[in-house]
């Protein structure tokens, strides 16, 4: 067995949520991999996250969220594919243009699941491993503070496989 079928079949022996959120953290693609590695790699978590969602019934929304979320993923890609246009699976490019200001904003609400999926059971938790100080994260997740770079690469970083347009939104003010 090669090594990547070997992690994919810790992913498929996963039971619970974390269990298999830190299987498909191991198996996730590069940014730069190939659409159809993300088409599978998404396809393959929603199976997983569904999966679990029987077998870990105390995390069964969280699970058929992620289940939902993959699946959309997925489609997206695979619609990519079929109209032979490039989609960017890891990442949301954002077109900046002249005299439009953007603003990015934390996704509270996807924040917070991800702090919980992740196993973070406190600001001050997600922070450490973020390398910022809790009252940034409380800031932060109030909206009393736009995320900076520091904030964006810790969380990308701290709550893989949770993606930019996953835990951020962008807002073009005109």
């Known amino acids: 067995m090669n090594p990547a079928e070997e992690l994919w079949s810790a992913v498929r022996s996963a039971t619970t949520l974390r269990h298999a959120h830190d299987a498909l953290a191991k198996v996730r693609p590069s940014l730069e991999a190939a659409q159809v590695q993300w088409l599978d790699f998404h396809q393959r978590s929603a199976e997983t996250y569904r999966r679990v969602a029987e077998s870990d019934r105390g995390r069964r929304k969280e699970s058929l969220f992620l289940a939902e979320l993959h699946k959309e993923k997925a489609e997206k890609v695979a ?69 900076g770079a520091r904030f964006i690469s810790g969380a990308l970083t701290a709550l893989a496989p949770f993606d930019f347009e996953d835990l951020f939104e962008v807002e073009t003010q005109e």
């Open 79 to 147: 619609h990519g594919l079929a109209s032979g246009t490039t989609v960017r699976a890891g990442s949301r490019r954002v077109a900046v243009l002249p005299g439009r200001p953007h603003e990015i904003r934390l996704r509270d609400d996807m924040f917070a699941k991800a702090m919980r999926l992740a196993g973070f059971q406190s600001d001050y938790a997600v922070a450490k491993a973020m390398g910022l100080h809790r009252s940034t994260v409380k800031r932060a997740r109030a909206g009393e503070l736009r995320p």
